[in-house]
């Protein structure tokens, strides 16, 4: 499960990638472009969970509840008369500061990694039911009104056209998922990967680890509430919702079936799952979510390791190098 | 001449695409005992994993008192008479002594040889309720063996009994050995750093290096440094 | 079987050719620990000069890795002091300790599955040393190691032995004014053992160390004064012959008279 390398042929893979997000759209009717943004931002909210769980070690149920307070914070600050661009940043402070909260309480209080996924999970569900109580009208932030489980309606979006708007979302997809992969490789990258193997052996060496893990919990906060904030400006709409259990346990879903440890497998893990239940949904089952959780048994059982190292196994196994 | 308790013929093993033995090939007789000296990384775990079924072979065979177990899980090899005593102990750190002895009698029928077990090793009758944690390294090197024992196996593997053991107690290990191969004819085969013990129980060492048996040497010969020096480390 | 405890730390029967006394470096006054009912450790007054190099032995569950593992910080002690380069680090976090100057390589072998040799010695250096100077440190203990062929090896991938050496690196690319070994040459065949007291003695220069062994011939190599632990508390210090010849120790933890390997 050790993080994937940084190769030399990943700057090819990146070049590659670019050139992708940029040519894209052209050849896509602009309702499939606006179905694959919303895949981009869920990848954006996977990636997130990677750099704290894969990364460091760090299980967190809690992304949804930065996601979510990202969204909601963008909504909030829109429906002030802010300009969306600053919504968006504030959507990943919001992110950034709650992942920071509760890190601080976790890290430095010395709960276990057990208790941070108990924690994370219980502030989620704390905020679906606090959100969800606003229904009044007096439940208001400025000129916002909270809606509570309606949520908030009418956000303006950040960008009106859709392939901009496209461009955006896989543009900070790229440069989140670049950066994480020279973070990795950084010694800052590889402390946190110790961290992950043994972080009493990392402690003997004089390091301080709550800084570190609380680091790495903030960033990846901060991505997940950056995420939240290109959702409301995707959908023009935010709901309690987002905090609820499925969505939690989806995050955590989606790097299970990619792979932890790579960034790359938890994006690939998202646009599977969600291409397949949008799949499903499409073709009229009535039975979607029996299916999907067939197909999730199946492959726990099978890949348990996720679907990119097993992948990369394999290629390895036939000759094809991978350093 | 009666066959060989275990027979490996020619193992190919590592991890992944790390090739670690080099075709190795090694049989022991009823009673017999072979000790396998060598530095770090030369494969003398990955010998006694393979031989034990954790670690599949790429090729070559392995047979036990002539069944062919080569493709067989670590489960059956073990209930046909293949004991195996890791490096650095592994006995169950939450279950008491008397738990991990019955452990090691259960998967096998028959009457319980525990009392046998703890009259041989008579340390452990005071300590039968304690967990295993709990226990000195010494006492759980003596408990893994005796947990090893309880199982009536004819072949016993033993990765580095005597490492982080005081003195004291890797003599009594090497009267243990002694006894069980003179006495009751077991088969041992030991991978070992310590060349006093293995010049005290076996009846030939083999030397490894890279994955491969290079030489063999009389046990008498470990207590002469210049021999070792020639024939070990050059 | 004799009762074998002796009054603790008395520094008992110390010859005239274990040298002048010099300054006190680590300091331990009635430390302790219990763990529930069982009494690990109890009372035991140690003292350790600067630039010394102390061999620890005693039977298993002597108490000798509780004892490291309060020094070091991983278990907060249940009384006594311990004092260190002038300060008290009685129950100080296991990273502070380590930056005062206190290096461990624990019995079981303490690393890193899924990262590489190099890796090791590159975090253990890069604590107190920029990128570049941490990685000239890692290269150079991959020569002093002989490990410099597994450089990029997983250490998970690595013998028992290998991942004791890549330990013993680590706790020397921290730098450390004391470096505790808790059994570094388990699992090691004679020849790397030599390697290993050479190594040790070239540490030992600029860095105090405390071995805890069972291997007497390294012992007998390499150690002025050996402390002997038992049932907890210390039972003598002397001279390893000194030590060799003690009733006592002989039937405690010696046997029949094995000289090791």
Known sequence: MAPVRLSVLEPLLWAAGAVALAVVPFALSTFQVVQITVFLIFCLLAVSLDLSWGLAGLLSFGQAAFFGLGGYAYAILCANDETPGVALAAGTVAGGVAAGLLGYIAFYGRLSTMFLAVTTLVVTLILLQVLGSTADPSYHVGAAVLGGYNGMTNIPPLLHEPTPFFWTAGGLLFLVIVSGRLLMAAPFGRILAAIRENERRVELLGYDVRGHKLAIFALSGAIAGLAGALFASWGGFINPEVFSLAQSAQVVIWVLVGGRGSLYGAAIGALLVQAMTQYLGYIGTAYTTLVLGALLVSFVLMMPNGLLPTFLRGLSSIGIRQR | MAPAVLAADGLVSGYGRIRILDSVSVSLLAGEVVAVIGHNGMGKTTLLRTLAGLLKAKSGSVHLAGRDVTHHSTAVRSRLGLGYVPQGRQIFPDLTVMENLMIGQAARAGASDIPAMLERFKSLTALLGRPGRALSGGEQQLLALARCLVGRPRVVLLDEPSEGIQPSIVDQIAEHLHELSTTQRLAILLVEQDLELVSRVAHRVHVMRKGRFVSEIAPRDLANPAIVKEFLWS | ?261
């Open chain 3, 1 to 261: 079987m004799s009762d074998g405890s002796a009054p603790s730390g008395a520094f008992q029967n110390r010859s005239a050719s274990a040298g002048p006394v010099s300054e006190t470096l680590l300091e331990t006054q009635g430390l302790s620990k219990n763990f529930g009912g069982v009494k690990a450790v109890t009372g035991v007054d140690f003292r350790l000069g600067r630039g010394e190099l102390r061999c620890l032995i005693g039977p298993n569950g002597a108490g000798k890795s509780t004892f490291f593992k309060m020094l070091s910080g991983q278990l907060p002690p249940t009384a006594g002091t311990i004092l260190f380069d002038g300060s008290d680090i009685t129950g100080e976090p296991p990273h502070k300790i380590a930056r005062l100057g206190i290096g461990i390589k624990n019995q079981v072998p303490s690393v890193w599955d899924g990262l590489s040799v190099y890796e090791h010695f590159f975090i253990a250096a890069h604590r107190r040393l920029g990128a570049r100077r941490a990685a000239a440190v890692a290269d150079e203990l991959l020569m002093k190691l002989g490990l410099a062929t597994l450089a990029r090896r997983d250490v998970g991938a690595l013998a028992h032995g290998e991942r004791q050496w890549v330990e013993i690196g680590m706790t020397m690319a921290q730098d450390a004014k004391l470096i505790l070994l808790d059994e570094p040459t388990a699992g090691m065949a004679t020849d790397e053992v030599e390697r290993t007291v050479a190594l040790l003695r070239a540490v030992n220069i600029s860095t105090s160390l405390i071995i805890v062994e069972h291997d007497m011939q390294f012992i007998s190599m390499i150690a002025g004064i050996v402390t002997v632990f038992h049932q907890g508390r210390i039972l003598i210090e002397d001279t390893m012959e000194n030590v060799l010849t003690n009733p006592v120790v002989r039937e405690v933890y010696l046997g029949a008279g094995r000289p090791g390997r």
